[in-house]
């Protein structure tokens, strides 16, 4: 069973001046792939979950969108948002979580969620929610850490959770796709392709860990088996530590069946 993190929102909350001006969230091939899988539309109505600094919501805005709702439970994250991009017409920032966002249900033809859901405690709640808020034929993007092989499973959540106690899991495609069809989204795209090459001290550093924290995540890089080697791609220096290595992402599009289509 995935671990529950402790006060989540009070650890996402310090790091909002980190995460505004990080390159992989305020860019990055993820948010250029979800984009191309939302296709936004000028009348479209958004909510992002998990919306962290407001890359993602500011974004959607840029392509067209008519309004996001922009969605997370960490303070901290949303005064960063609004820093950065509270001016833009159609932001709405709102402090709750992503299984209870108070919003009226049925009233949404978008809802996206970018590397979030591995934090969220219970994500089949979350994509409940979503499928309360969308209307008939809208659509859900995710983008999110994926375990691209069973045997690489344990050692994904390990570092992860390492590296940030907020991590709960890295779920696997099968896993996506059952929790979609159980709240009611048929999967259209689900795809593991893209990759996040990383610096593995920029990953470390991002998260200011104690040396005793930032001692085990470098411990779980150097005692990585052969498959995550291969699988995560891992680079090792002379002395034998972490460089870089790639993180799996997932993708995917689901819609919320109209009227009289199947799940
Ligand atoms: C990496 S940041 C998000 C990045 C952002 N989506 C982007 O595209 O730049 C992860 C965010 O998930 C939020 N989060 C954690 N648990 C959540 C939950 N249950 N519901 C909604 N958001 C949550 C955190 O507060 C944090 O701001």
């Keep these: 069973m995935p671990q529950r993190p402790r006060a989540p929102a009070a650890a996402w909350s310090g790091r909002g ?5 990080s390159g992989v ?3 990055g091939p993820s948010l250029e792939r979800l984009i191309a899988l939302v296709r936004p539309q000028p009348g479209d ?3 992002d979950l998990g919306t962290g600094t407001g890359h993602t919501a500011a974004r959607l805005l840029a392509e067209g969108v008519n309004e996001v709702v922009a969605i997370d ?13 509270g001016h833009l017409p159609g932001l709405r920032l709102v402090r709750a979580s992503g299984d209870a966002t108070g919003l009226p249900g049925t009233s949404f033809n978008v809802v996206t969620a970018r590397h979030t859901l591995h934090h969220h405690a219970d994500p089949q709640a979350t994509l409940h929610e979503v499928a309360r808020l969308l209307r008939p034929g809208g659509r859900f993007v995710m983008v999110d850490e994926v375990t691209p092989d069973p045997r690489v499973d344990a050692w994904l959540d390990a570092i992860s959770r390492a590296r940030d106690a907020t991590h ?21 795209v689900g795809d593991t392709q893209t990759r996040y090459r990383m610096d593995a001290s920029t990953w470390i550093e991002r998260m200011a860990l104690s040396p005793a924290g930032e001692a085990e995540v470098r411990r779980l890089f150097r005692e990585a088996g052969p498959s995550e080697r291969e699988l995560f791609e891992i680079e090792f220096d002379e002395n034998g530590e972490a460089v870089r290595f790639a993180l799996p992402m997932a993708l995917v599009l689901a819609v919320l069946p109209a009227e009289g289509e199947s799940a």
């Design 17 to 21: 001046a980190t995460y505004a001006v």
């Design 45 to 47: 109505r958004c909510v």
């Design 73 to 85: 439970p960490a303070e901290g994250m949303l005064e960063a948002a609004r820093r950065s991009y």
């Design 168 to 188: 709960v899991r890295a779920y696997r495609m099968d896993e996506w796709t059952a929790m979609l069809a159980e709240a009611g989204l048929r999967r259209v």
């Design 25 to 27: 969230h305020r860019t």
